[in-house]
């Protein structure tokens, strides 16, 4: 079992930055890569960023190219993904996954049925 609790939304205007953490605890050990998804009312849950344990493997949505970072903290299970140049589009619940999968390979998942753990969300408002 893996717990995953994220943090660091809240509400900024256009063009401002947030750093989100997710914070994974239980059997940290096992996971293979983490996701961040986005979600808003009424739409399917869609792929930001992903990042594999040993961090030399990312990928990105194309959305968000050049404007997010993914990182991890392995010694402190925690991933990280920095939001700069933040638009009214990027508004949503954001969601951190952990992919269990111990013969994942080169690049991380990027659908939501790759990730068996997911947090409850936290909230980011990017206002015009």
């Known amino acids: 079992q893996v717990h995953l609790v994220e943090s660091g939304g809240g509400l900024v205007q256009a063009g401002g930055s947030l750093r989100l953490a997710c914070a994974a605890s239980g059997r940290t050990f096992g996971i293979s890569a983490v996701g961040w998804f986005r979600q808003t009312p009424g739409k399917e849950r869609e792929f930001v960023a992903a990042?594999?344990?040993?961090?030399?493997?990312?990928r990105y949505a194309d959305s968000v190219k050049g404007r997010f970072t993914i990182s991890r903290d392995n010694a402190k299970n925690m991933v990280y993904l920095q939001m700069n140049s933040l638009k009214p589009e990027d508004t949503a619940v954001y969601y951190c996954?952990?992919?269990?999968?111990?013969?994942?390979?080169?690049?991380?998942?990027?659908?939501?049925?790759?990730?068996?753990?997911w947090g409850q969300g936290t909230q980011v408002t990017v206002s015009s």
């Open positions: 990042i594999i344990r040993s961090g030399d493997s990312t």
């Open positions: 996954a952990a992919d269990m999968d111990i013969s994942l390979t080169g690049l991380p998942g990027t659908l939501t049925s790759a990730y068996d753990y």
